[in-house]
């Protein structure tokens, strides 16, 4: 037999493409030639698949060998080809049987001595795979793991193409890899037992993460920011098996997974630089990857020094803030990432920090307002609570008295979002955060007195209908921190007083 035929896939953004390996080994010139719009490092296989097979024991006639990748319309990217390639190449040579391959799909990169190596992106592959009824994938063995995630599809690991060919000939017997979820309790690297005083800041990050909204933190140098932004990441709820599908997706595309330990079991807690690129924090390049948003998808974005980023970097978070996702368009498609992310942003007041306390604080007016300034009017709207660190005194540093503990805060959290859970069950909704304005009226309604409450703050405050609408989306969360089914007008006072702060330091 000449013609031969494997089923593969790419990669494409978070989702897989079905790629069908065609290979014709045919008496003619001894040649190597390959079809099928292929990128630099996929025309490279064909000198690692020659070279794997003889180093493998398999004996290379020489003969005229074409392969074509199809579909030709789809870019094929990545070394993910290699296994299927060389395995098409023995069928056609007759050293396996295809009937061996009929419903089974195969992806690894090869070495030169025929070893099967580690590819990204496994798991969106078995998934799809599942879903159009394949029976069984042959990976690599580094990534068996991570593909048995998804429990119902046989996943056969390699270690190498000639425990490959043993396999498929019937020869070898591997048994289907075995991938359990493990549930982990989250962890961080600061508890909120650690943070002395602080009480309305700690208040703030209990509500913030109990209806998934966005945080910002305004405070002179060392009052506890960023010490209370990273205990955040310990007071997330348990991450649900979906979610933490859906989480590793990303992280398998962007090769950022464990072997021993594939699947994420923990909500991420990212925290990125002020030198980050438009790419790295969005997502994008020439060939589009997530970026820092994505990775952050069902956790937290921690900015911390908020001034320090470039004005359009921050300015490109606006649209993902709002539709909890980025879409990135290229002349030859448009891509889709998740980026339902709570973020998080500490920054000072002003250059030197110690604004409005006119004593301490050097700065002009004109060097504040510029300061200030480079937080957009826009950008601001879409926090739903900003609140001050005020500088730690000392009897708080060395009081006796006891901090709550993350675990505690914890607890009400979850029983918050189980209140959440319960309400929204049979809809997208998952946390408050998500609530559109026809949400609201159905799932956030008033009464007399707290329509009257809210006119008052709109006028006074000259609120935008976005941030009229966080602040009813921030009382449904308190309310449900006190187990409350109707929003109270105590609610909405607190969740406008969390509104107070950027008219303070902007004007508003």
């Not at 978070?14 to 190597?32: M, R």
């Not at 080809?81 to 056609?92: E, R």
């Not at 190498?160 to 549930?183: N, W």
């Not at 820092?292 to 911390?304: K, N, R, T």
């Amino acid at each position: 037999m000449s013609f031969s035929r494997v089923l593969s896939a790419s990669i494409e953004g978070l989702s897989a493409e079905f790629v069908d390996v065609e290979a014709d080994v045919s008496n003619g010139l001894p040649v190597f030639n390959m079809v099928g719009y292929l990128s630099s490092e996929v025309k490279e296989a064909g000198e690692r698949v020659r070279t794997a097979i003889r180093n493998s024991g398999f004996e290379y006639p020489p003969k005229r060998t074409v392969i074509n990748l199809s579909p030709a319309a789809l870019r094929k990217r990545g070394a993910s080809f290699d296994l299927p390639i060389a395995v098409s190449i023995l069928i056609s040579l007759g050293i396996v049987d295809p009937a061996r391959v009929k419903s089974c799909l195969l992806a690894g990169e090869l070495s030169l001595d025929g070893k099967v190596r580690k590819i990204p992106g496994v798991l969106p592959i078995v998934t799809e795979a599942e879903k159009c009824g394949v029976k069984y994938c042959i990976i690599p063995k580094e990534n068996e793991a991570e593909g048995a995630l998804t429990g119902n599809m046989e996943i056969i690991g390699v270690k190498d193409l000639a425990e490959t060919v043993d396999f498929l000939q019937g020869k070898k017997r591997i048994s289907p890899a075995v991938s359990k979820y493990v549930f982990r309790e989250q962890k961080a690297e600061v508890d909120f037992a650690d943070i002395r005083g602080q009480e309305t800041v700690r208040r703030a990050a209990e509500i913030a993460v109990a209806g998934g909204h966005n945080l910002l933190l305004i405070g002179p140098p060392g009052s506890g920011k960023s010490m209370t932004a990273r205990a955040v990441a310990g007071i997330l709820p348990p991450i649900e098996k979906e979610e933490s599908l859906e989480i590793t997706k990303i992280y398998s595309v962007m090769d950022m997974l464990r072997p021993e330990a594939p699947m994420i079991v923990q909500r991420p807690f990212r925290e990125v630089h002020h030198t980050v690129t438009r790419a790295a924090l969005i997502g994008g390049g020439t060939v589009p990857r997530p970026g820092e948003i994505s990775l952050a998808h069902g956790g937290v974005l921690f900015l911390d020094e908020l001034t320090e980023y470039r004005k359009e970097i921050l300015e490109m978070l606006r649209q993902p803030l709002e539709s909890r996702c980025v879409e990135i368009s290229r002349a030859y498609g448009k891509y889709r990432f998740p980026a339902g992310f709570m973020l998080v942003a500490a920054m000072n007041p002003c250059p030197c920090g110690c604004y409005p306390d006119m004593e301490k604080c050097k700065c002009t007016p004109a060097q504040i307002r510029a300061y200030l300034g480079k937080i957009s009017m826009p950008f601001l709207d879409r926090i739903d609570l900003c609140t001050e660190a005020p500088r730690v005194g000392y009897e708080d540093l060395n009081g006796y008295q006891e901090s709550e503990s993350s675990a505690e805060i914890r607890r009400r959290v979850c029983l918050a979002r189980d209140r959440q859970k319960e309400r929204y069950r049979g809809t997208a909704i998952k946390i408050n955060a998500e609530l559109d304005v026809n949400d609201l009226k159905k799932y956030c309604r008033l009464g007399k007195r707290g329509q009257n409450l809210m006119e008052q703050a709109f006028n006074a405050m000259k609120l935008t209908a976005r941030a009229y609408h966080k602040i009813i989306r921030t009382a449904r969360t308190i309310a449900d921190l006190e187990g409350e089914e109707e929003i109270r007008v105590s609610h909405l006072r607190e969740a406008i007083g969390y509104r107070t702060v950027d008219s303070k330091y902007w004007g508003r």
